[in-house]
C-alpha cells in the first residue's frame, strides 16, 4: 500500500488516474482505522475505479482542552487494512503540509450550532476546512462518510451543494459490534467496566425507536426514555440527546419522519456518539 504524504504527490498520482479516465473516490478519516472505516472503503471500491483513503489526525477540529495529543493513531496497521478493504493509496499529510500559517477557513452557520456544535464550538469550522482541503486535492469524484458522524454527514452535504463541489457525498451505515456498540477509534480508551457501560447509549437508541416504531408521537417522551436508560448507568454523563429534523438539524415537538435522534454521552472521561436515522 503506498502511502503519500505530499499534496504534490497525491494530485499527480490523480491527475494521472483522471487521464485514464478513472473514476475516483475519497474515503476522508482520521485514522486508527477499524471495521466502521472498512466499510466504506469496500463501498468505495466497487462504486470508483481508484479510491485515495486520506490518514489525517486534523488539528484544527480539536478544541483546547480536547485529545489531539493522545488521539489513536497507527499508520502501518491503516495501511494494511485499507488494502485490504481495496484502497489504492492513502494520503497520510504531516500538519505542516495541510496547514501553513493559513488564514482561510470554512465556517457555517445555524447546523454547526446545535448538536456537538454546542458543546464543540470551533470543531465543524475545522471539519469544514479540512475537508474541503480534501475536496481540492484529491477532486474525487465520490465522497464517503459514515452515518456515525450524522451531524458531520450532515453539514459536509450542505457544505458540497453551497460551494457547488462537484461531488457526489455518500452515506454509509452504522457499523457496530456484536453487542450493539458503536464502531469508533475512542473505543480504545475505555477500561472494561466502562467498555460496559457505554453499551447503555445503543440499548437506550434501541428503545426509543421502538416507542416511536409503537406510535408514540412526542420526542419529549421518547428523549426522556432514552436519557432515563443512560442516567441509570453511574459511569455514564450525558452531554446531549436530541431528536432533530433530518434534513435541517432543527428540533421538533412532534415525530416526523424524516428525523435523526442523536446523543453524545461521555463514559467516564470519553465522549461517545450514537444516533438513529429514521426516513
Given at each position: 500500500m503506498k502511502i503519500v504524504k505530499t499534496v504534490d504527490e497525491i494530485r499527480a498520482i490523480v491527475k494521472a488516474w483522471k487521464k485514464e479516465g478513472l473514476s475516483v473516490g475519497l474515503v476522508p478519516t482520521m485514522g486508527y482505522l477499524h471495521e466502521g472505516h472498512k466499510s466504506l472503503i469496500v463501498r468505495a471500491s466497487k462504486e470508483n475505479d481508484r479510491v485515495v483513503v486520506s490518514d489525517f489526525v486534523n488539528p484544527t477540529q480539536f478544541g483546547p482542552n480536547e485529545d489531539f495529543e493522545s488521539?489513536?493513531?497507527?499508520?502501518?496497521?491503516?495501511?494494511?487494512?485499507?488494502?485490504?478493504?481495496?484502497?489504492s493509496v492513502i494520503f497520510n499529510p504531516e500538519a505542516d503540509e495541510m496547514y501553513q500559517d493559513a488564514l482561510t477557513f470554512i465556517?457555517?452557520?445555524?447546523?454547526?450550532?446545535?448538536?456537538?456544535?454546542?458543546?464543540?464550538?470551533?470543531?465543524?469550522?475545522?471539519?469544514?476546512?479540512?475537508?474541503?482541503k480534501l475536496f481540492n486535492i484529491v477532486a474525487p469524484d465520490r465522497a464517503y462518510f459514515g452515518q456515525k458522524d450524522a451531524q458531520q454527514l450532515c453539514v459536509i452535504k450542505k457544505m458540497v451543494k453551497d460551494l457547488n463541489f462537484d461531488i457526489e457525498i455518500v452515506g454509509c451505515p452504522i457499523i457496530r459490534e456484536e453487542d450493539g456498540l458503536a464502531k469508533s477509534s475512542r473505543n480504545?480508551?475505555?477500561?472494561?467496566?466502562?467498555?460496559?457501560?457505554?453499551?447503555?447509549l445503543s440499548k437506550s437508541l434501541c428503545e426509543g425507536k421502538k416507542l416511536i416504531e409503537n406510535g408514540e408521537t412526542s420526542t419529549e417522551k421518547v428523549v426522556n426514555r432514552i436519557k432515563g436508560i443512560i442516567e441509570s448507568e453511574p459511569l455514564a454523563r450525558i452531554d446531549y440527546v436530541e431528536i432533530v429534523d433530518w434534513n435541517n438539524l432543527e428540533a421538533i415537538d412532534t415525530v416526523k419522519t424524516p428525523l435523526l435522534c442523536a446523543m453524545a454521552v461521555y463514559i467516564?472521561?470519553?465522549?461517545?456518539?450514537?444516533n438513529f436515522i429514521m426516513e
Open positions: 488521539y489513536p493513531r497507527d499508520i502501518d496497521a491503516d495501511a494494511v487494512l485499507a488494502q485490504d478493504a481495496g484502497a465556517d457555517m452557520n445555524k447546523i454547526t450550532k446545535v448538536l456537538c456544535g454546542k458543546t464543540r464550538p470551533i470543531h465543524f469550522s475545522g471539519v469544514c476546512t479540512v475537508v474541503g480504545t480508551y475505555l477500561n472494561k467496566e466502562e467498555r460496559q457501560a457505554a453499551l447503555c467516564g472521561k470519553t465522549r461517545l456518539i450514537d
